[in-house]
C-alpha cells in the first residue's frame, strides 16, 4: 500500500461529518470526527469486506460535505477557472467532485488498523484559516505526516487542501489538469473526467 493511499485511507475516516458547530476548535473537530468514525470502521463487517455500495454511500454522504468544494475547485484549475465559461464550471465541478468521490471511496476500503497521532495546534481568537498537522503511524512502517487546511465559514470549519508528506494534493491536482487544460481545452479536460468517471462507475 502506498503512502498516498494510505494517508487518503485515513483522511478519509477523519473527514467524515459530525453536527456543524463553529464554536468547536478545528483541532477538537478532527480528533473528534476521527475517533467516531475509527470505531464505526472497525465494528463495520461490510465496510471491512469492501461492499463498494456502502462505502461509496459513506463517503457521499460523510466525507465530501467536510469540503469547502467551490475553493477547492477554484484552487486546482487556478486561473483556467477565471476563463472557463460558468456552464464550463459546473460541469468540472459535477466531474471533479465525482472523481473526488471515488478517490476517498477507494481510499476507505484500504484502511487496516493504522493510528493517528495529533500534533500540538494553535488557534487565536479571529483566525479564520488553520492548519491541523497529524502523523499517521501504520504498524511495519513509517510514520506519514498529514496536514489539514481549513477555513472558518459562518457555520463550520470546512477543509480545502491537504498535505501528505509535504506534498499538497490541490498542487498535484493542479498540475494534473493544467496539462489537460493545454492539450485540450477546459472542454477536454471535462470529457476526459467524464470518461474516467463513466469507466469506473461502470466496473463497480
Avoid: C, H
Amino acid at each position: 500500500m502506498t503512502k498516498l493511499a494510505t494517508a487518503l485511507s485515513i483522511t478519509s475516516l477523519l473527514m467524515f461529518a459530525v453536527p456543524a458547530q463553529a464554536e468547536v476548535a478545528p483541532d477538537d473537530l478532527v480528533k473528534t470526527t476521527a475517533q467516531e468514525v475509527l470505531d464505526i470502521v472497525k465494528k463495520d463487517k461490510d465496510i471491512q469486506a469492501g461492499d463498494q455500495k456502502k462505502i461509496f454511500a459513506l463517503a457521499e454522504e460523510k466525507i465530501l460535505p467536510n469540503f469547502n468544494f467551490d475553493r477547492v475547485s477554484r484552487m486546482v484549475l487556478g486561473k483556467n477557472w477565471r476563463s472557463a465559461t460558468p456552464e464550463q464550471q459546473q460541469a468540472f465541478q459535477r466531474e471533479f467532485r465525482s472523481l473526488m468521490l471515488r478517490t476517498y471511496a477507494t481510499a476507505l476500503s484500504k484502511y487496516r488498523n493504522q493510528t493517528i497521532d495529533f500534533k500540538p495546534t494553535r488557534v487565536q481568537p479571529g483566525d479564520t484559516e488553520v492548519t491541523v498537522k497529524t502523523l499517521i503511524v501504520q504498524p511495519g512502517g513509517q510514520p506519514i505526516a498529514v496536514d489539514y487546511s481549513l477555513e472558518k465559514q459562518t457555520d463550520a470549519w470546512k477543509v480545502y487542501d491537504i498535505t501528505i508528506e509535504g506534498v499538497s494534493l490541490v498542487t498535484n491536482y493542479r498540475s494534473q489538469f493544467g496539462n489537460e487544460v493545454r492539450q485540450g481545452g477546459i472542454d477536454g479536460l471535462i470529457q476526459k473526467l467524464t470518461e474516467k468517471n463513466k469507466q469506473a462507475n461502470a466496473s463497480k
